[in-house]
T-cell receptor, first 113, second 116 residues
Framework: SQQGEEDPQALSIQEGENATMNCSYK?????LQWYRQNSGRGLVHLIL?????REKHSGRLRVTLDTSKKSSSLLITASRAADTASYFC?????????????FGSGTRLQVQP | GAGVSQSPSNKVTEKGKDVELRCDPI?????LYWYRQSLGQGLEFLIY????????KSGLPSDRFSAERTGGSVSTLTIQRTQQEDSAVYLC??????????????FGEGSRLTVL
């Protein structure tokens, strides 16, 4: 399986609810990033968490990182219809030395108004 | 420019033809990436340019794919003898810093390639 795999693959919630997405990865990392992609558009950076951080907040976003479990979660609180998009985690890799970020297949979030 | 610019936004071609996709990164960004995204899928790394260093071509799927970056700015991804499986959205991204593993990528809107 790939570095940076998200679950669930798809998530449908009602406006106002919280949305939680998870990401697992396989190698040692410098940092982990979350991106958002609206349908038919490019990706937009949301938040970066470094390997020595455990939690980070940005507005309605909360990201956690557990390097012992090689996993991260993205929580979107009080979701809005405009949050409907695909969400991807991305990691670098200390093990392979590859400089490019590796992206997972994403979680498709649908927020029903 | 203000953002990463890609052209064409859409390209329809016949199997066996060559195509060129262009990426104009954010001014001053030293690193540039090409990714490929098939319908409903994640991003597949293709190639990475960093300053004057040799590019990381480890993600190119075959020798039909090549890319260059001229003058440390504009990049062109060339696909020769296109196949139907090359149909995808090709995304370009740039990053300011040269520090490995740090910083956010700024993505263009992508070039959607359809091979008939």
């Amino acid at each position: 399986s790939q570095q940076g795999e998200e679950d669930p693959q798809a998530l449908s919630i009602q406006e106002g609810e919280n949305a939680t997405m998870n990401c697992s990865y396989k190698t040692s990392i410098n940092n982990l990033q979350w991106y958002r992609q609206n349908s038919g558009r490019g990706l937009v950076h949301l938040i970066l968490i470094r390997s020595n951080e455990r939690e980070k907040h940005s507005g309605r976003l909360r990201v956690t990182l557990d390097t012992s479990k090689k996993s991260s979660s993205l929580l979107i609180t009080a979701s809005r219809a405009a949050d409907t998009a695909s969400y991807f985690c991305a990691t670098d890799s200390l093990d392979t030395g590859r400089r490019a970020l590796t992206f997972g297949s994403g979680t498709r979030l649908q927020v029903q108004p | 420019g203000a953002g990463v610019s890609q052209s064409p936004s859409n390209k329809v071609t016949e199997k066996g033809k060559d195509v060129e996709l262009r990426c104009d990164p954010i001014s001053g960004h030293t690193a540039l990436y090409w990714y490929r995204q098939s319908l409903g899928q994640g991003l597949e790394f293709l190639i990475y340019f960093q300053g004057n260093s040799a590019p990381d071509k480890s993600g190119l799927p075959s020798d039909r794919f090549s890319a260059e970056r001229t003058g440390g700015s504009v990049s062109t991804l060339t696909i020769q003898r296109t196949q139907q499986e090359d149909s995808a959205v090709y995304l370009c991204a740039s990053i300011r810093g040269a520090v490995y593993g740090a910083g956010e990528l700024f993505f263009g809107e992508g070039s959607r390639l359809t091979v008939l």
